[in-house]
């Protein structure tokens, strides 16, 4: 009798729980049909209405202003955002991941010294103008393809992510290759690296969001419209709509379709997460078990 009652409370227990995690699941869902759905009503249903998650008076004009007038535009400045994200990624995985596994070597010399000077660029900076002195006049980043991803292309808190990650592997895998022979980046490459699988794929998809999203570093290096990144190039398609609406722009030079102010900022956000969705389910569960890492110490 007891087995029955305790087998129909965990039945119970996960009948709550499943019906929590789905209305949970709804409410995260809910913000996105929202914006679907305002992308997809007309500008004047919304000035009426206001936000619905079904489309008000269903219309295309949002999406035809942004395609239309800039289709081949927005292909390109897609283009550049895929070549970034990919470039930047990869190579910022091959920096962090090596600059990670010298320092959870213990026998580094002056491996915590080093710790300390990436420690201490999280907590103190030169400021913006500095930076972009160095970045311009030194580095030559002006109006450079090089400006979108080496600015972004280390990270200190991913470095110690993946440093807490290369200290959790047993050192007797390190010994044992050190007397088979074996230097320190034969190591890196064929032990360290694929032992690290889950935390590379977090990592990577960290800095992959991060060139995704960026458009700060197209606003201070690029002037050159060939270069512009997805995001950047969107955000000046918003600036120049809001501009219009606000009558710093004459009507006339819309054309015959209305502009639909409120609207494209849904429409500009659904073009922009749209490939990021489809990616995250893949390396979710990835993602989850590589943050944990290192979370829990026996």
Known sequence: MMGKNRLLGDRLVIGVAYVFIGLFALVCLYPLLLTLSVSFSSEQAIARNGYSIFPLSPSVDTYKYIFVNSGMKILKSYGVTIFVTVVGTVGALLITSMIAFSLSIKK??????????CN???IFSAGLIPWYIVSVNYYGLKNSILALILPSIFSVWNMFLLRTYFASVSPSLYEAAEIDGA?????????????????????????????????????IFINDRDLFPLQYYLYNILSNVNAISSGRIPSGASGNITLPAETVKMAITVITIGPIIFLFPYIQKYFVHGIMTGAVKE
């Open 108 to 117: 580094l010399r002056y491996r915590n010294v080093l710790a300390f000077i």
């Open 120 to 122: 201490f660029t999280i």
């Open 183 to 219: 230097n320190y980046f034969t190591i890196y490459v064929r032990v360290a690296l694929p032992l690290s699988k889950t935390a590379l794929l977090t990592v990577g998809l960290m800095y992959a969001l991060q060139y995704w999203n960026d458009w700060w570093n197209a606003l």
